[in-house]
């Protein structure tokens, strides 16, 4: 009984388990709006982890219409339920789309920088790139709000988490704003060039 004790001992201590969490809060473009749920960049990223980094798991707490307002108010609940290792941050594009003021939008997104910074988490800022036709002014400055917070706030960033997809109009669905199935993979090879370096 006592060989078995410590047999049993001996498995269960040799067994990975999953005791780190990446949390991703975002919008439509993390959600996997319009793709199956087993194609979403999101899923791959899954993959990734349970082949290379099998200590992490990944909550995807993203909703599609989200805004950084929505997402600031909802943040300190899943932190404090979740406690994640590496907060991914990918918010901002409905408050481009709505051309709410640019200055709330940086500012929502700097408190959510900072929450993830009270509970140990390492930050992954995504930033998104708006449809040109809201003006050259007000696309180049929601661009700029992305880089000036990672370089403030010392954090990871992702100049674009459709880099490689905006530029082919095949890649989006009919409705011209969301990413197709075809373009997930090239999503998740944007995002995981990022992530993984946290996660060393």
């Known amino acids: 009984m006592r060989s078995l004790l410590i047999f049993l001992s001996i498995f269960v201590s040799s067994v990975t388990f999953a005791s780190k969490n990446i949390l991703i809060i975002g919008d439509s473009l993390s959600a996997g709006y319009g793709v199956e ?4 960049w999101t899923y791959q990223i899954k993959a990734n982890l349970s082949k290379a980094h099998a200590e992490y798991s990944l909550i995807n707490a993203s909703i599609s219409g989200e ?4 997402g600031l108010s909802r943040l300190p609940e899943l932190l404090q339920k979740y406690k994640p290792a590496v907060l991914i941050i990918e918010l901002g594009a409905n408050d481009g789309l709505q051309g709410l003021p640019l200055e709330q939008t940086e500012k929502n997104l700097q408190k959510m920088i900072v929450l ?5 988490a390492k ?10 036709n809201y003006g ?6 929601f661009a700029a709000i992305y880089p000036r917070l990672a370089q403030q706030e010392h954090i ?3 100049p674009n ?11 989006f669905q009919d409705d011209g704003l969301h990413p197709n199935q075809q373009a997930q993979p090239i999503i998740s090879t ?8 946290l996660l060393e």
Request: charged share 20%.
């Open 156 to 158: 990871a960033l992702l």
């Open 123 to 132: 930050i992954l800022l995504v930033g998104i790139r708006i449809p040109t």
């Open 190 to 197: 944007n995002v995981w060039n990022k992530l993984s370096p």
């Open 161 to 171: 988490l459709l880099a490689g997809v905006d530029e082919n109009a095949e890649l």
């Open 67 to 70: 805004t950084t307002n929505g």
């Open 116 to 120: 993830g910074k009270k509970v140990q």
């Open 136 to 141: 050259p002014a007000y696309t180049n400055n």
């Open 37 to 40: 749920e087993n194609k979403a």
